[in-house]
């Protein structure tokens, strides 16, 4: 199956920094999912990008499409110590990515 | 909250028996999948399933099976359990948005 590569693999923070991650496929994708596990949790949905240069927002965070549908980004602005977790893109046959972990300094 | 199950929650087990984890939805989704996940790592894709009948294999799909008898039920199958299956067995469905069962942690001695 198509495979995603996601970066940086760890990333470590001081609260207020901001934070990103990168999904990037070598194939167009219809679709890219992202999802948050908190440690010791199973991952949850945050939310589904499907049109080009797409940009959607949720208070602190931005996701982003990539205008030829290969790549996305997940941007947290001002991050807290409740956005520690795990980040993952998933490509649209559910096959994910190895996730970016973060940590927050308080 | 979504409703989709898993049980055991917990399973310690010895080499060589053969294991059923079991996963059910109540959403109605067509689209099921296993993932096998260690603590803190990638989520590696075992099964898939887009309906009745209808099963495939991800990447990690050689020592188990799946089958899809029922939209709601997917179990899946380890046929002879080894120490290399300690893990979570993730298992979820998908309609808009993925829906994450709570996982079966196996640990096999």
């Known amino acids: 199956g198509q495979q995603v590569m996601q970066i940086p693999q760890y990333q470590h923070v001081q609260e207020g920094e901001d934070f990103t991650t990168y999904c990037n496929s070598s194939t167009t994708l219809s679709n890219i999912q992202w999802y948050k596990q908190r440690p010791g949790g199973h991952p949850v949905f945050l939310i589904q990008l499907v049109k080009s240069g797409e940009v959607k927002k949720q208070k602190r965070l931005t996701f982003q499409f990539g205008e030829a549908k290969k790549n996305s980004s997940l941007h947290i602005t001002a991050t807290q110590t409740t956005d520690v977790g795990t980040y993952f893109c998933?490509?649209?046959?559910?096959?994910f990515g190895a996730g970016t972990r973060l940590t927050v300094k308080p | 909250e979504a409703d989709i199950y898993q049980t055991p929650r917990y399973l310690v087990i010895g080499t060589g028996k053969k294991i059923t984890l079991e996963c059910s939805q109540t959403m109605g989704h067509d689209k099921m999948y296993w993932y096998q996940q260690d603590p803190g790592m990638e989520l590696h894709l075992i099964h898939y399933s887009y309906g009745v009948n209808s099963t495939e294999k991800g990447d990690l799909s050689s020592e188990s099976t799946v089958s899809r008898i029922r939209t709601e039920h997917f179990p899946l199958t380890l046929e002879s359990a080894r120490p290399s299956h300690t893990s979570q067995y993730l298992c979820a469905s998908r309609g808009y948005e993925q829906f994450f069962g709570p996982g079966t942690r196996l640990t096999v001695l």
């Open positions: 998933a490509a649209d046959d559910m096959r």
